[in-house]
């Protein structure tokens, strides 16, 4: 990348630029097109999309789907609240614990890295399951529908920890060694000297931590009742809105509910969008970062 | 950007630390044992939740051999010895979900290693900033968005009315397809969503990893004359070879454990397509959630750790004997 590119190396031939351009292109338009079509579903009139599909440019435009979302936006809001609780909490517990242990972890003279590495690793290669942890949340724990078990369940993510043991052993030993000569603390090398100095580190695995617990649904689908992250909200729109037209088509419980007109796609397009805004803004400030850990935590997995 | 092989170099330097001062012994060893004790304190909060919510958790796996009533709890469930694993064998279920979880996985493996590295064979060989630059941001950008956001925009693309290549087929070519009815296409729509949200992300690490190598080469095999896919073939893809044959050894070793978001939210839960979407997590949470089969779904979480706990040996084993080292 630092390399300067050599005259000859951006000179294609016509084959090799349809090629290698082309390929990338497409991919990209690939990637593209299904959010235009979301997008575009979204602007659409919901009688012509139903009639004639959603297609890349918006059907009888319309703002429609959005005053349907933004005209009772209480739920969506508390939604918004829930995630940002527990991702902002939780993030910081993860990323707390998590290089607290990979600073341990990558001291060579630190007499339990085995056994605690041991220890890490174990729980990824096996696990109770869904089952048994649903029982001892609810039962044992009392975590159940709490914002804790969104909070806790995630965090202490092994990966991360490996991603920063990597970025903590890459740093000079003879930094370590002087102040373990001064008989500095082992806290204080931690937080005063070794942290500050991968705070990039840093800043990857929250990134990444953020990334994790905005788009975690089954968490919550599994242990909790009544708090909705918004991963989950569209979820719970979607099968709301499929419950209703069931219930229309087929009566529900005696009820005559054939004038009763259903919030359709568009709005769960809509409602699609709302949620994934941040993530977006998230995606376009923190890129960087992302694909800058990513390599550097392949080297020392 | 860091290269690679300078993060390598540096890291094999930590692990030699230069030697320590001439100190006492005594003294040395106090010193130690002081450090020891503020490391574990450091690591205690995640050893403590660790414990609580992954080591405490494996008791409930007693369950598997019992006939589980929740009203009577974990010691005074009956015993069943074996019969919910014998179960599982004996119905289809058990056949339907491995052979699911193993073609949804295979099939991602496959693709998604053929188009990850052709997208970062190809990305490498651009030298225009820009391009290189919105091209990196456009493809990984799938891989922000959440599994449920994924689900709805397979949905606009396959939905019953709605849906943009449903009503394509109806209205151009008179076709009518119901496609959450019909198990056969989701094998395909799985992994093609599975590809689309991955892929990008995977391109972009194998660039990365080549921006990292030696140019040299690629000099001196353009005076030589190598076109341009011939340096991707002889020089590049060998770069990579080794993070492609590690990577695919891993996946083998979680080939029976399949994300459940995504499958859960791709195909939307549609009772229909179980045939060709039901794998394990899916079943597990059913189990929990709707119908509440605590010991067999158990019973199913346990064959797949087991069977992920012995493939992860083993294949940690092969990856020592092909790369020399350890993977952890």
Redesign the interface.
Known sequence: ???K??A???I??PF?SI???G???V??L???I??V??IS?SLSNSDA????????WPRKFTLDAYRVVFMYPEEMLISYGVSILVTVVGTIINVL??S??A??????????RKA??V???F?V????????????YR???MLYDTYWVLI??P??MVGH?IMLR?FY??????L??SV??E?A???VV?SKIATPLILPGIATITFYSV?TY??D??TA??YTEDIVPV??Y??RI?NYIEFLKYAQENGFAGLDMSDYKIP??TV??AI?LA??AP??C??AAF?RY???G???G???? | METLTEKAVQSDAAEFPAALPVQTKKKRNGVQKSEDRQLLLLCLPALIKVFLFSYLPLIGLVMAFQFYIPRRGLFGSTWMGFANFDYLLKSSIASRLITNAIAINLLGIVFGTVFSLLLGLFLFEITNKLFLKISQTVIIFPYFVSWPLVGVLVSAFLGEDTGMLTSVLHSMFGVDVDFYAQPKYWWGIITIANVWKTAGLSAVVYYAILTGTDKSTYEAAAIDGAGRFKQMWYLSLPALKMMIILNIIMSSANILKVDFNMVYFVSNNAAALYPKTDVIETYMFRALRTEGDYSIGTATGLVQGVVGLVLTIITNKVCQKVSHESLY
């Open positions: 990348m630092k390399n590119p050599k000859y190396e951006s294609y031939t090799e090629v290698l351009f390929t990338i292109i991919f990209m690939l990637v593209l299904p959010f079509t979301l579903g999309i139903t009639d004639y599909g959603v297609r890349l614990l998590c607290m242990v600073f341990a972890l990558s001291r060579s003279y630190f007499r339990y605690i590495t220890y890490l690793m729980t290669m096996f696990n109770a399951g869904f089952i048994p942890q649903y029982i001892l039962n044992y724990l806790l369940s965090a202490v920890i990597a052993s890459a740093l000079p030993e003879e370590y060694e373990r000569l008989g603390n082992q806290f931690f990334l905005w788009n649904p089954s689908m599994l991963a989950l569209l979820t979607t359709e796609a769960v397009y699609a949620t994934t993530m977006l998230l995606f890129q992302f694909v800058r990513l390599t550097s392949s080297v020392k997995g």
